[in-house]
């Protein structure tokens, strides 16, 4: 979901580095909607409007063990089935999200594992954000609902980023720096899990 500046690219990331934004800006664009980033007037689209400037964060990520990092692998199945949503891709998006930390919140407010802002949330019928098994099957039913507005993977990851509507104005990734190394991470993440799901099957099979 939509994550400011440095610390949404951390999370895309998954460095152990911290990270530190001297300020948020927060900008309005002509069709309404609010974009959040570290980036200075200077460096956004002239289509946005300042808002307003506010003192900036620090923020350590947690570091990523593979016990934590399979232990919704169950949850995610279960969910991808339901959507009709890639495992590997609904894994992708909570690595890149929250780096699998169920109780995560950016700095704009978006919630849990695969980040959900509070409206996104009620939206999708989800209660309790920091529930694991609610908050997946949320975040993985936006997907779908992603997948069935846009044609490309590209498309729906930039659109869970940033937004549909930046999506539909720029015509595909919008020229966000946050945006667009997010949607080249995940594609990656999905690409690694793809492959370690796959070898999870094959033990599980024999």
Same mark, same amino acid.
């Given at each position: 979901?939509?994550?400011?500046?440095?610390?949404?690219?951390?999370?895309?990331?998954?460095?152990?580095?911290?990270?530190?934004?001297?300020?948020?800006?927060?900008?309005?664009?002509?069709?309404?909607?609010?974009?959040? +980033?570290?980036?200075?007037?200077?460096?956004?689209?002239? %289509?946005?409007?300042?808002? %307003?400037?506010?003192?900036?964060?620090?923020? +350590? =990520?947690? +570091?990523? %063990?593979?016990?934590?990092?399979?232990?919704?692998?169950?949850?995610?199945?279960?969910?991808?089935?339901?959507?009709?949503?890639?495992?590997?891709?609904?894994?992708?998006?909570?690595?890149?999200?929250?780096?699998?930390?169920?109780?995560?919140?950016?700095?704009?407010?978006?919630?849990?594992?695969?980040?959900?802002?509070?409206?996104?949330?009620?939206?999708?019928?989800?209660?309790?954000?920091?529930?694991?098994?609610?908050?997946?099957?949320?975040? +993985?039913?936006?997907?779908?609902?992603?997948?069935?507005?846009? %044609?490309?993977?590209?498309?729906?990851?930039?659109?869970?980023?940033?937004?549909?509507?930046?999506?539909?104005?720029?015509?595909?990734?919008?020229?966000? =720096?946050?945006?667009?190394?997010?949607?080249?991470?995940?594609?990656?993440?999905?690409?690694?899990?793809?492959?370690?799901?796959?070898?999870?099957?094959?033990?599980?099979?024999?």
């Amino acid at each position: 979901m939509k994550l400011p500046g440095v610390c949404g690219l951390v999370l895309a990331l998954g460095v152990s580095m911290p990270a530190i934004a001297e300020n948020i800006y927060t900008y309005r664009g002509d069709g309404g909607e609010i974009l959040f +980033t570290d980036k200075p007037r200077a460096k956004v689209d002239a %289509s946005y409007t300042l808002l %307003s400037v506010r003192k900036g964060w620090n923020y +350590t =990520p947690i +570091t990523l %063990s593979a016990a934590r990092r399979d232990r919704y692998d169950t949850v995610i199945a279960r969910a991808a089935d339901d959507f009709g949503v890639e495992p590997a891709l609904v894994k992708a998006v909570i690595h890149a999200e929250s780096l699998f930390d169920r109780t995560a919140v950016s700095r704009v407010g978006a919630q849990g594992l695969m980040q959900l802002m509070p409206r996104t949330a009620r939206y999708l019928e989800v209660a309790d954000p920091f529930d694991a098994n609610a908050n997946i099957h949320g975040g +993985t039913r936006f997907l779908a609902y992603l997948q069935n507005k846009f %044609s490309t993977l590209d498309q729906v990851l930039a659109a869970y980023n940033a937004g549909e509507g930046n999506v539909r104005r720029y015509g595909g990734i919008p020229p966000f =720096p946050e945006t667009q190394a997010y949607v080249k991470k995940v594609k990656q993440l999905r690409l690694r899990y793809q492959l370690q799901l796959a070898k999870k099957d094959a033990v599980a099979s024999r």
